[in-house]
């Protein structure tokens, strides 16, 4: 079974960051793969955070540009998302997303806690 695995989520203060980190499995991880980081907070739809393209490029929703940044490790099939200037609004479970060969995985989620 392909399991998707984040980790680095936690509590921080606004204006923190925080790295998360996605593992994927060798076999599925391709540059043909659609790859993205997604957010859900409770009573509203997922919403893409930011995500690879098929042709290479990032995109981002409005409210991440120019604080986060996805980015990926073809070495250790690892994919990340740098969360710098952090808002509570960004609190959220955050879940990486894999689209390859017609078929949709997802890890558990991450949870990310931003207060005071």
């Known amino acids: 079974q392909v399991q998707l695995v984040e980790s680095g989520g936690g509590l921080v203060h606004p204006g923190g960051s925080l790295r998360l980190s996605c593992a994927i499995p060798q076999s599925i991880f391709s540059r043909h793969a659609l790859m993205g980081w997604y957010r859900q907070t409770p009573g509203k739809d997922n919403e893409l955070v930011a995500s690879f393209t098929s042709g290479g490029g990032t995109t981002y929703a409005d409210s991440a540009k120019g604080r986060f940044t996805i980015s990926r490790d073809t070495l250790t099939n690892t994919m990340y998302l740098q969360m710098n200037n952090l808002k509570p609004e960004d609190t959220a479970v955050y879940y990486c997303?894999?689209?390859?060969?017609?078929?949709?995985?997802w890890g558990l989620g991450t949870q990310v806690t931003v207060s005071s």
């Open positions: 997303n894999v689209q390859y060969q017609g078929q949709i995985y």
